[in-house]
T-cell receptor, first 112, second 115 residues
Framework: GNSVTQMEGPVTLSEEAFLTINCTYTATGYPSLFWYVQYPGEGLQLLLKATKADDKGSNKGFEATYRKETTSFHLEKGSVQVSDSAVYFC???????????FGRGTQLTVWP | EAGVTQFPSHSVIEKGQTVTLRCDPISGHDNLYWYRRVMGKEIKFLLHFVKESKQDESGMPNNRFLAERTGGTYSTLKVQPAELEDSGVYFC?????????????FGPGTRLLVL
């Protein structure tokens, strides 16, 4: 079946630090992979996505590469800001149905 | 363009009572999804509508949950009778076009607390 395993939080960093949030998946077929972000008091927003192996999704300085050989989609940012403080969710969509499978979410707090 | 809206934003009810959550998708979006996040756990899929038809309801936990989407516009999710384990955040999402290709846009969620 389909599932997502995401690095447990919380993660606390100083501003300008490097961020990695690990995400690995199990899936049948050829899934699409996503990172969603939830800022305080708001809904989930799509941060980036990749639809096939070796694709790199990027947005707002965040990047993630779809690695089929390691079944991973790790989120990275070279220099985090206080405004990046949020909960980050890794998710996949399977080959046939539209439903998303989510990881547990990682709370990121960035201090000035 | 308005995003996905959900009502109410918060609801506190007692065990055994009934609660109805509402979701208004983005205008023109045929696909509507319900998800739920129980405290500290992953967001789990509940069901998927295509227009007014239930495409996939395999995530509905039991028959205390009833979802409708009359006319293919807004959707309601009713929990009757509510139990303690139903507490969590209920998210609605919508998308247009073929479900595989399109991004799902999420609402802010309804926070349900059953006492």
């Amino acid at each position: 079946g389909n599932s997502v395993t995401q690095m447990e939080g919380p993660v606390t960093l100083s501003e300008e630090a490097f961020l990695t949030i690990n995400c690995t998946y199990t899936a049948t077929g050829y899934p699409s992979l996503f990172w969603y972000v939830q800022y305080p008091g708001e809904g989930l927003q799509l941060l980036l996505k990749a639809t096939k192996a070796d694709d790199k999704g990027s947005n707002k300085g965040f990047e993630a590469t779809y690695r089929k050989e390691t079944t991973s989609f790790h989120l990275e940012k070279g220099s985090v800001q206080v405004s990046d403080s949020a909960v980050y969710f890794c998710a996949l969509r399977g080959s046939t149905l539209g439903r998303l499978y989510f990881g547990r979410g990682t709370q990121l707090t960035v201090w000035p | 363009e308005a995003g996905v809206t959900q009502f109410p934003s918060h609801s506190v009810i007692e065990k055994g009572q009934t609660v109805t959550l509402r979701c208004d998708p983005i205008s023109g979006h045929d696909n509507l999804y319900w998800y739920r996040r129980v405290m500290g756990k992953e967001i789990k899929f509940l069901l998927h509508f295509v227009k007014e038809s239930k495409q996939d309801e395999s995530g509905m936990p039991n028959n205390r949950f009833l979802a409708e989407r009359t006319g293919g516009t807004y959707s309601t999710l009713k929990v009757q009778p509510a139990e303690l384990e139903d507490s969590g955040v209920y998210f609605c999402a919508s998308s247009q076009g073929g479900p595989r290709q399109e991004t799902q846009y999420f609402g802010p969620g309804t926070r349900l607390l059953v006492l």
